[in-house]
């Protein structure tokens, strides 16, 4: 069965999208723990990151890097955190998370409470940035 994310690649389950190519895809989490928080996925579903293969992986990283840029032309912050750990759903993801604090990346926290309006109008500024 599918993975919840290659679904939401397929688009048949909606999400606040902020680029694609070929292989990759980012959008925002729906929980996020900071404003700007944005999953990497491949499109290929790969449970474990670290099963991707090294020219693939270093792709991955190039895509999560642009969505980066993007990150940090239109959120304040100081730099923005990745993160990868893939508990909760088994299909690669890199987080990568606008933070001005190392608290800013804990996930054990409350969730931020956004609201879906919110996260559209993040989405769209993060989107005006990239390139
Ligand atoms: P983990 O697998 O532990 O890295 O966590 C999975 C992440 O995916 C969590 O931060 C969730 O908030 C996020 N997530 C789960 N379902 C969705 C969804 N439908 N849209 C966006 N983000 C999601």
Same mark, same amino acid.
């Given at each position: @069965?599918?993975?919840? *994310?290659?679904? &939401?690649?397929?688009?048949?389950?909606?999400?606040?999208?902020? %680029?694609?190519?070929?292989? =990759? *895809?980012? =959008?925002?989490? $729906?929980?996020?723990?900071?404003?700007?928080?944005?999953?990497? $996925?491949?499109? #290929?579903?790969?449970?474990?990151? =670290?099963? $991707?293969?090294?020219? @693939? +992986?270093?792709? @991955?990283?190039? =895509?999560?890097?642009?969505? %980066?840029?993007? /990150?940090?032309?239109? $959120?304040?912050?100081?730099? &923005?955190?990745?993160?990868? @750990?893939?508990?909760?759903?088994?299909?690669?993801?890199?987080? +990568?998370?606008?933070?001005?604090?190392?608290?800013?990346?804990? *996930?054990?926290?409350?969730? +931020?409470?956004?609201? /879906?309006?919110? +996260?559209?109008?993040?989405?769209? #500024?993060?989107?005006?940035?990239?390139?």
């Amino acid at each position: @069965m599918a993975t919840i *994310f290659s679904r &939401i690649v397929a688009g048949e389950i909606p999400c606040h999208k902020i %680029a694609e190519n070929e292989e =990759f *895809f980012a =959008f925002l989490d $729906i929980n996020p723990v900071a404003l700007g928080h944005t999953l990497v $996925i491949p499109k #290929k579903e790969v449970d474990y990151i =670290f099963d $991707i293969d090294d020219p @693939m +992986l270093g792709r @991955m990283m190039a =895509f999560a890097k642009r969505v %980066a840029r993007a /990150q940090e032309a239109s $959120i304040p912050c100081k730099r &923005i955190g990745l993160a990868v @750990m893939g508990l909760e759903v088994p299909h690669a993801h890199i987080h +990568l998370i606008p933070i001005t604090k190392e608290s800013d990346m804990y *996930f054990g926290t409350k969730k +931020l409470e956004i609201t /879906q309006a919110e +996260l559209a109008e993040i989405a769209a #500024k993060i989107r005006n940035e990239y390139k």
